[in-house]
Each structure stands twice: as structure tokens, then as C-alpha cells.
């Protein structure tokens, strides 16, 4: 007979009950907590703080305030010019920088080397040096006759050589990733270039365009270097918004500055934003596919 002071040790312990760890407190990956942490203190030094500080700033006088500063008619044509001159350079550039990227890419040339290093030279070069270059050669001494000194289209040439590389660098390696099987079937089923370009290349380059027009954009937006000098900053006709900012530091009016501020940050944020939500979009119909 077993004794029923020793029956209960036969029974299995009892399994302990374990909490859920919350989502957002697990890490994951090769870093760990101490590196997720250093690189979320650098960003906020670098980054959250002095947009935090920008953000204060232009609300000091309030909403009222700062809906004053922004609508104010020199900050809105500022504004206008400043959005309308970016489109422009952003869809030139989305022409130009595919076309770029096609030669680069497709054809072989003497010297293919040295043109494919001259495309980051806007990114190497300050901006203020491709200002002074572009008013020495368009200005009103130009030495090719043409004068583009304090003209809108004078912001749009300066703003292109400026983010000439976005467009190029973003279409470049899809190019180079390409099937060109696919081209070469259609064009043997006898589909002429312009279609096979138009049915085949094109909707797979189209998201890589997009972003690097999208970045152009949005570099433009706050570009002030390569402008200050070839632009003129002539109220309503050829001053950025950067230059508008500028100038209200000058006459000691910051809120006025970061309130406009604030308004180029929200503009290039949304364009951001955009591109992100188009790239998770393209990325999730690239998996559905395959």
C-alpha cells in the first residue's frame, strides 16, 4: 500500500507562469540595449534637440504668433518661390538624372570613369563655391553671353547642380540590376525602343525615380549656398526661403526665422514621409509578386 504522505511526490511540479515581455522593450539584433541607446542619444543631441529648440522658438509669441510670421506676404511669396523653383529642379532632374544614369550604365565611352566621379562632386563641393562659379560664369560678365544673375531661372540652374547626384545614384544601381532578357524579348517580338522602355523599363525604375526626385525636392527646399550669390534675393521674384530666413536674423526678428523654419521642416518631413509610405508600398507588391 502506498503511503499517502509520500503519494503527492510522484505529481509533477508545477510549470511557473512566465510574464509576457512588452513588444517595445525587446531587443533584438547584434548591438544590443547599450548600442540602441548610444545611437538614440546621439540622434536626439544631434537631431531631436535642436529641432525641439527650432520648434520653441517659433511658437515664443504664441500661435497667433507664429501664424502671423508664416502668412506674412514676403514669407509666403518666399515660400511660393521657394516650392515652385524645387518642383521645377526636381522634375528636371528626374529627366536629366535618368538620362544620365542610362549612359552611365548602358553605354561605354572614353572617359565613363572620370564623368561617373564628377557626379558626387555637388555633393564634395560647398555650396557656396558652385555659387560663386555660376555667377561668374552667367553674371553680368559672363563670358557665354548668357545672364542669369537674379533671375528664377538662375535659382533653378543653381539648384540643379546642387542635387544633380540624388536622381543619378538612385536610378544607377536598378539599372545595373535590370534583366535586360525581358528588353531583348520584347524587342524580338517586335516591340520598338520607346515601347519597350515605356512597358518594361520604365515601371521598374519608376520607384527609384520617384525617391531620388523626391530627395531632390526636398534638398532644394532648403538650400541656401548655392542661391545667395546668382539669386539676388529680390523680394517676390528671386528670395528663397532660406534667404528669407536670413535676412529676419539680420533685422533681429528669430521668430519670425523659425517660424518659416518650422514651415520648410514641415514641407521636407511630409515629402519624407511620402517617399517612405511609397517604398513600403512598392516593397510590399515586390513580395506579393514573388
Known amino acids: ?33 547599450l548600442g540602441i541607446a548610444t545611437a538614440v542619444l546621439w540622434l536626439s543631441i544631434i537631431v531631436l534637440l535642436p529641432l525641439a529648440a527650432l520648434t520653441v522658438t517659433s511658437f515664443e509669441d504664441g500661435w497667433a504668433g507664429f501664424w502671423d510670421a508664416v502668412t506674412a506676404p514676403a514669407a509666403l511669396d518666399s515660400l511660393r518661390i521657394t516650392v515652385l523653383v524645387s518642383i521645377v529642379v526636381a522634375l528636371l532632374n528626374v529627366f536629366m ?43 553680368p560678365q559672363s563670358p557665354v553671353d548668357i545672364q542669369l544673375n537674379a533671375t528664377q531661372p538662375g535659382l533653378v540652374v543653381a539648384l540643379a547642380f546642387v542635387t544633380l547626384p540624388f536622381v543619378v545614384r538612385s536610378v ?47 534638398r532644394a527646399i532648403g538650400e541656401y549656398g548655392s542661391v545667395v550669390l546668382i539669386g539676388g ?31 520648410l521642416l514641415v514641407i521636407s518631413f511630409a515629402t519624407l514621409l511620402v517617399l517612405r509610405l511609397l517604398a513600403e508600398r512598392s516593397a510590399r507588391k515586390e513580395q506579393a509578386a514573388s
Open 1 to 33: 500500500m502506498t503511503d499517502s504522505n509520500t503519494a503527492g511526490l510522484d505529481k509533477p511540479a508545477p510549470t511557473p507562469v512566465r510574464r509576457p515581455r512588452l513588444s517595445w522593450l525587446r531587443v533584438t539584433g547584434s548591438v544590443g540595449p
Open 97 to 139: 538624372g535618368t538620362l544620365i544614369a542610362w549612359v552611365l550604365v548602358r553605354d561605354d565611352f572614353p572617359g565613363k570613369g572620370i564623368v561617373n566621379a564628377l557626379i558626387d562632386l555637388p555633393f564634395a563641393l560647398p555650396t557656396i563655391v558652385a555659387s560663386i562659379v555660376l555667377l561668374s560664369l552667367y553674371g
Open 172 to 218: 544607377q544601381p536598378v539599372l545595373i540590376e535590370a534583366d535586360r532578357e525581358v528588353e531583348q524579348a520584347a524587342l524580338s517580338l517586335g516591340a520598338d525602343n520607346w515601347t519597350t522602355f515605356r512597358r518594361i523599363v520604365l515601371p521598374t525604375l519608376a520607384p527609384a525615380i520617384i525617391s531620388g526626385g523626391g530627395l531632390a525636392f526636398a
Open 233 to 263: 534675393a529680390i523680394p517676390g521674384e528671386t528670395e528663397m526661403a532660406s534667404q528669407y530666413i536670413q535676412k529676419q536674423i539680420e533685422i533681429d526678428r528669430p521668430v519670425n526665422a523659425a517660424a518659416v523654419s518650422v514651415a
